[in-house]
């Protein structure tokens, strides 16, 4: 009898629409995974449904771009989280050496994560958006008169920071694969490092010019402003280099040629 | 190929001493360093915690700025006061995200001892950097002292000691309890620094738009209710304060946690 042979030349390569189905699939159907994407939704409804509670009661104004802006604050924390989960899970649950098996072409599925990434991004800005929208028109109701103040570039300034957000947690997956090290190391990026730049930069002259360059997080500010200035835009753009670019080429590099186990 | 049926064997463990929780503590405390991770948890700490002090060591002389001994154990907020409580959660979290829980309590049914000997470790551990950290501080203060032209100020005493103790110990039990509610621990990472950094704005905000909230504040924020040991000095209704609000954000989250585990199920 002669040795079997699977004869798979004929058979078409997986296409990437079918990995980004299936990557979008694992980020909600497992329990941790739905639970994380509820968690998200309902963390931002109540901050808004309180903010919105005090500002009538208080009779304080407040306008629909106030309601996005408290939105903001929070998924730029929980988002990250997301991008890093939605990485690092296939290494914490094992399941990278199936994944890998049936899609050999790494670069592929990762590009595919991070698609998905981006994708559950803007779920999120649209979800957060609609409650906003939902938030101003009670208070508009209750109050009497609503404001709102909330232009196109306030809603690109929120789409491309938050996905900016989640991409730096991609990135830091990418290069620790460790769930909780990611996340440890993303917090420190977002809260710990801000005071100690700030820090510097208010006791050294020499660290106060450079540290626009190398403050990725403040130097997003321009993206907020609709900046005229080019040195703004070019800050944004070394910045992003060091936090952004460097980490995911270096974790992508890895996770192309990481041991499976 | 068994024609006669043997009497069913029997393990007789009624002459076996239970396990000493000496036994179980040595235990805990190896698993805290055997691992890959968490000998890297460990080795980060104390990089972290001396890196941080380097670097401000560095930058006084420099620039010719006064700093006193407190000033390098205030710094440390960046270091071991954030890493504690992450240790304090994968103390406990690691058992069921590498399912050895199933091992760890099929040895030792007694999961209140489990949990108390994990918990005398986290406590251990914190004692263990407060006292790395002291020794390191003395160390950027003598630095500063013989490089600088500005006298070193060595003001610190027993009183602060024990205070900067407490704190730790604190950080690391909050964690800690955290955990056992979550058993998950990117969960219990991403709530105690939700807990730890966006709480207190929140309470700010809150008490800045709404008079009664403003003075049940000091009662339920457990952050700021800390802030009187860091500077050294506490009243006595500072005390009361960081008693109450320690019960709602240690006590209760502990004690229901330590239940849950208690009671949950092993897979």
Redesign the interface.
Known sequence: MSAMTLDVSGTRKTSFWRLARVELRKSYDTR?GFWLLVSIGLIVLAAEVIVLA?TT??D?PISWGDFIGVAAF?TS??LP?LG??VLTTEW?QRSAMVTFSLEPRRPLVIAAKAFVGVLLTLATVAVSVVIGLVCTLIYGLIEGGADWSFGWPDMFAFLVTQVLAMLGGFALAALLL????A??AF??YK??LPP?FFA?AA??GWFDSLAPWIDFQSSQEAIWDWSSSGEDWAQLVVSGIIWLGIPLAIGIRRVLRAEVK | MSATTAAPMTLDISGTAPTPFTRLLRTELRKTYDTR?GLWLLISIGIVTALVMVIQVS?AI??D?QVSYNDFLTSTT?SIG??LP?LG??LLTSEW?QRTAMVSFSLEPRRAHVIAAKLVVGVLFAVAAVVVTLLLAALCTAAFNAISDIPADWDFGIKRTSFFLLLQVIGMLTGFAFAALLL???AA??VY??YS??LPTIFGI?AE??GWFADIHPWIDFNNAQVPLIDGSVTGEEWAQLLVSGVIWLVIPLSVGIWRVLRAEVK
């Open positions: 941790a005090v009661v208080q304080e929070l924390f929980l989280v890093i989960m914490s460790n769930t909780p090290a996340i440890v917090f420190v809260w710990v100690l510097g006791l050294m | 991770s930058v420099a620039q700025i960046f954030f890493l992450v959660i994968l995200s998950n621990s990117p990472i991403v620094f939700a950094f966006i809150g738009l709404i």
